[in-house]
């Protein structure tokens, strides 16, 4: 018998592209049945299409979860949602804000249907913005958040970070949002809704920046490459190697003293207007010329080890194609290669989260679209084979 | 009578920096007592200065927390902290992956004085890499995971994300882990040992550039500046206004066809060669033309409206002082005001998570080193004036 922390837990998941999908992706992972329920054409990243097929990007945030087609807007798809909501405990959801209570499955319908279940919301705007009836994108939230804004040359124009670090944010906020309000369901015996706009999730993250900002008065420049956010450490870059690049940093006198020690200049190590983190800073472009001459000519990874030797934090900065020819691809890291029953290879993501107590669940690759209707709603409602088929023949499933 | 998810949950916070704190500040703003255990001369952000002034960043992450001070070194130490875990539900520390165990004070070592204990670990790379045992932070997570390869312009060097992604998506992933092992607990009656790396935390935020690798067997550009990770959606990317910057994109045919209608060019909104979001794909660079041109000599605000009356998914690019006198800086928003005793006011920050069942917690403004030292151990542990008096002498609190 296995355990897991979310054994039993049944999540009816509306969610859609990467911000809520991801978080029903950290709950399978843990034990939970995610019946993803989607409209006829699928949800959104289903379309997408690179050349020939269907971008990979849908099977990366959707394995363990089974698919039911169900057509939302028909009174009939209404009322069998409405009787699988009775018997579920979460329903997560990041649709465009006002979807919901359009379709007639506000928190309040959900909660008549089951006093028990938790209606977890994946938003764009903050609830305290002129915006936050919109819909957003994580491109917007990155551009009105002040990620753009932090990111990029000092300059050059405001730059997105690589990552969908808006959605992202999102989602994992909403995932954690759900397990506080399943554990207070615990003490009180009722759901609740949960909240989370990405405009909200993000500014956390530019704490540095915030927080220099609030320092200096406004006064530091908007964004700083590939300095520290709030100009507060230096040494603190990216530093060519001969080879690539290396990102160094020191965050206290100790690892100063170690980087003088490898660069073997004792006369900046015994140097007292380099001898405290502010004044270090206040000479950051000084500092970074010595490193980044001392770095030029040498190869990556001896660099790397030289620095992890002294003690000085550093990582080489590897590309994407280093990442996905590395360890993290693999059967039990982050992005893992699944056969399904066709004998073709695709990938799924596992889960940052470990639990001692929460076994690993076997990763499966994303349903196709509807695969699991008859079966959910067999298992579930316990409908019949005409019933089934007469739903299908009338486009509600 | 206040219900707040996290009522009567008490956690020892031995974090440090953002990772951890921003774990145990999701918690105290869900109503758990949060005891922040620091060493004798306070956890490292509490020492970053600027110019003459501690850096705002440890107010940012610390209010509604209690300060003990602590010298976990010391037997006496130990033996308090000890019969502290026997007392509380969560643990929570992001050292440098052995310290705890150093100390004497591993999983095993806690859940001996109390099976119920959640132990929760913050790490920085993953345990399935060779890494594993290393200290991270931000910036070399952000170097070996991908996100600096994958943001900047493909001709330029890899760049940071400006936002603190790893440090902040481990304490997001951290506290979620932390909230599962809760409910888990309700069931099983045991607590158990959380981890989270960041090196695994930020993957899924690379998911489009990570599905673009595998679509195009590795032939995109390794970065993209400001249009899409992966180069599956076009129109994407940051286009110039007179006064700024705006971001647009066009994740549907109807998206386009409205975005064509406002730059006036049935042309291309009739033109079978941009009708797919693939063709449109293969044609980026004059499309990025068309727009940038179209953009160029516009007023950002008023081009904003324009295309968000039009249905175009859009936004303006803000900067942090934008960001800084807008409606995220407010008492019920995210970076809020506080006045403190002596009536000066800091920020801290709110919290992304909105449960309806959960009571807002009012923000207080990040303890002094040690001042709730006294009362902790009073409260908790029953400690007498005197033996407070020697512990103090004797350089254990």
Known sequence: MTARALDGIVVLDLSQVYNGPYCTLLMAQLGAEIVKIEPFRGEPVRWRVVGEQQTAAFGLLNGNKESLRLDLKDPRGKELFLRLVARADVVVENFAPGTLQRLGLGYEVLAEANEKIILASGRGYGAQTPQAGQRAMDLTIQ???????STGYPDQPPMKAGAALADFFGGTHLFGGIMAALYQRTATGRGQHVEVAMQ??????LTSNIAGYLDSGGTLPERTGNRHGGLAVAPYNVYPAADGWVAILCMTNGHWQSLCGLMDRDDLADDPSFATPAARVAQIDKLDDFVAGWAGGRPRDDMVANL?????PCAPVLTLSDVMSGPMVGPDSMIRPVKSADGQVSYV???PLHLTGSEPVPSTTAPALGEHSDSVLTRTLGLTGAELATLRAENVI
Chains 1, 2 share one sequence.
């Open 308 to 312: 992890q030797q002294a003690g000085v």
């Open 200 to 205: 909200d999730a993000v500014i956390p993250s």
């Open 349 to 351: 993501f596992g889960s």
């Open 143 to 149: 551009a009105v958040s002040g990620v753009m804004g």
